[in-house]
């Protein structure tokens, strides 16, 4: 069997064991040579000794940096500084030969060489250890939830709805480009579109379930080039049932300190690689967050606090529109200097589903603003009185006809309900201090690329 690379350089004890990997780097001796070979499962390689008695040696000779190995021998003690074992190989293979070709040289390659191979790139440090914490993230997410007894639900991919109001969707159709479309149907029987959020499907589950939470793939037609913004990437979204604001801000503050302490434990190695060559603030930012209590302000106060900075931001501060980055960042960054849910917000900046407060002008929505980031969570107690929703769909030219079923909802033994949205991506930012989006997801689709 197989044993992981992770697994032999933890052992405890001497063993005869089989590896097998890519090749990192060769370096020749007279009479034998020192392979380093990586199989993806941690950071560290393994080196291995092959003497000219082994069998394979002359394979080895001629073996190159991406190259596939398989290696059985006895792990034995290193006398080398900074390793604690080897592989003195008994037998090696050389499964699959990389070419001159192979981009990945033992050198320093920018991230933006790696996009162009994203096929390979999981195999340089920097992007075997993101997706190894990737990985690990989507395990905790499931367990946060699943410990608090919530309910997985995989809400539709395709919908007929626009949860956020915005129009930035993808049309999903069989119709022939140019086609008159009062010819032939279309394949749903309408027009459908690749969803902006599962919210909507999530809050019919919330309403039988009590506690839910979605985890898939969303889609946004948004023709942005930022290092924040993708076309294709993915959300968690939380419901609760009987919940309110203040529910739901605790929910979410919870679960941020959940991944960071997750990731704490959990991926020490990676997060001291991403401290060393990405941020080197990153340990102390994460700890921050993992210990201190989140500081909670209303809107109000938020634009109260950015108008008396005496900062020259890009963009101007303006009472009753959302923030721009700039100013979530000073909050969480410079001004508090620990992760804000600011809540109260103005209603003309949100959507339709978003509970409306007592004034008229606010809802009671909140956003969890991290620093590095901004904003990394949006979420809000949503709007459970029927006239009142109807008004809210009635004032943004929303048919009721087409919600029927998200009205439904409040006819039909309404009770208060909340939850949030947070992009998986944007999460993993933050974990890793990775400041691109199209480097936390596997293959990014962003406009005008969709390669591989």
Known sequence: MITLIKHALSASVEADIEIAGWIRSRRDSKGFSFVEVNDGSCLRNLQVIVDQEVAGYEQVLHATTGSSVRVAGRLIASPAAGQKWELRATQVEIIGQADATYPLQK?????????????????????????????????????????????????????????????????????????DKADEPDFFGKATYLTVSGQLEAETFACALSKVYTFGPTFRAENSNTSRHAAEFWMIEPEMAFCDLEGDMTLAEDFVKAMVRHALEHCADELGLFTKFVDKTLMETLTLVAERPFQRVPYAEAISILNASGRNFEYPVTDGQSLQSEHEKFLAEEHFRVPVILFDQPAQAKPFYMRVNEDGKTVAAMDVLVPGIGEIIGGSQREERLSVLQENMRSRGLSEEEYWWYLDLRRFGTVPHAGFGLGFERLLMFLTGVSNIRDVIPFARTPGNAEF
Not at 134 to 147: C, D, I, K
Request: proline residues 1%; positive net charge.
């Open 107 to 179: 050198k320093g390659h920018t991230v933006e060489f790696l996009r162009t191979v994203a096929h390979l790139r999981t195999r340089s440090n920097l992007f075997g250890a993101v997706f190894r914490v990737r990985s690990r993230l989507a395990y905790a997410v499931h367990q946060f939830f699943q410990e608090r007894d919530f309910v997985y639900v995989q809400t539709p991919i395709i919908t007929a709805s626009d949860c956020e109001g915005a129009g930035e969707l993808f049309r999903v159709t069989t119709l022939k480009q140019g086609k």
